[in-house]
């Protein structure tokens, strides 16, 4: 019976559905932002995105959010520093049927209501950039952003809660235009949305672990 328990239990966490493979987001407590050098690149609201996807027991659902506004510096062709401001009101599910428009809007306002995001106390979320320094490769030193070339670091608010992320990057400076894009994995609870999250609720659970993709375009 106890090696039945224990497969059943085996059987049961492979089961759960597991935040996607990415790079886990180093997190400290916020770090001062320098004044930031170089030339100003707006970034490009219609095309820069941030996408999410949450995980559970169950199964997971994928959305977006969109970019309200944002600045690079750029000098050289090094960014320097920077902020992207995300709309928070603009989360969107993607992964639910169009035509089950009622499963789609119940999760979207669970989403945005006080449980979660919050959206109608805290409309919007920034995230100001305090350092980018080259990344290189090495042993020990790996990660699963296939040709990151920098390593990103900055002040995450989310809620008037603010923690510093750093996470691999791929950035390029092409005909005057910036593109940036990363996936990582940050834990929601650090940014106050604990509900749902203690292990004990089985399939009630809704996993800490988040993972956040973006892509950027900025240009002058």
Known sequence: MKYILSFMLI???????????????TITEAHP????????????TATSEVRWIGTKPTGKHTGS?????GTLLVKDTTVTGGNIIVKMNSLENLDLSQSDTSLKRKLEDELKGPLFFDVASFPVATFEITNVTNFTPSVGNEVLMKN???????????KNITKNISFPAIIKLENGTITAMA???IDRTLWGMTYRADKSM???LINSAVNIEFRVTAAR
């Open 65 to 69: 959010f969109k970019v309200q506004e």
């Open 11 to 25: 059987a049961l966490l492979a089961a759960c559905e597991q935040a996607p493979k990415a790079d886990k987001a």
């Open 148 to 158: 990151a070339n920098y390593t990103v670091q900055g002040n995450l608010t989310i």
């Open 202 to 204: 089985q399939d009630k």
């Open 183 to 185: 996936n990582f994995n």
């Open 33 to 44: 932002v320098k004044e930031a050098e170089g030339r100003r690149y707006l970034v490009d």
